[in-house]
């Protein structure tokens, strides 16, 4: 299965932000929605925002106002830009294309003091 590259993870502190990135082939990307899924350890993996094609969004009730989704269709590449991260925010988070089903191996982010 085709493989999406998930970057930017790290630690954080509380109140912190990071940016994730997620690159696909452009096969992959141009015909797809990307979404952003977390997982946190012993629970269940997550919605967190996605984006279509065209653009619309779409963010989890926890990521509204806080996280940012976008894409760049020159570079194949789907943001999450992170702001007032929270420590229940530590996961590892996905990127995945759909419908295509296409996923990274996930980046980890921590938020911790």
């Known amino acids: 299965q085709v493989q999406l590259v998930e970057s930017g993870g790290g630690l954080v502190q509380p109140g912190g932000s990071l940016r994730l990135s997620c690159t696909a082939p452009?096969?992959?990307?141009?015909?797809?929605?990307m979404y952003w899924y977390r997982q946190a350890p012993g629970k269940e993996r997550e919605f967190v925002a996605s984006i279509a094609r065209d653009g619309m969004t779409r963010h989890a009730g926890f990521a509204k106002g806080r996280f940012t989704i976008s894409r760049d269709n020159a570079e194949n590449t789907v943001y999450l830009q992170m702001n007032s991260l929270k420590p229940e925010d530590t996961a590892v988070y996905y990127c995945?294309?759909?419908?295509?089903?296409?996923r990274g191996q996930g980046t980890q982010v921590t938020v911790s003091s």
């Open positions: 995945e294309a759909v419908p295509s089903g296409s």
């Open positions: 452009r096969s992959i990307f141009s015909i797809n929605s």
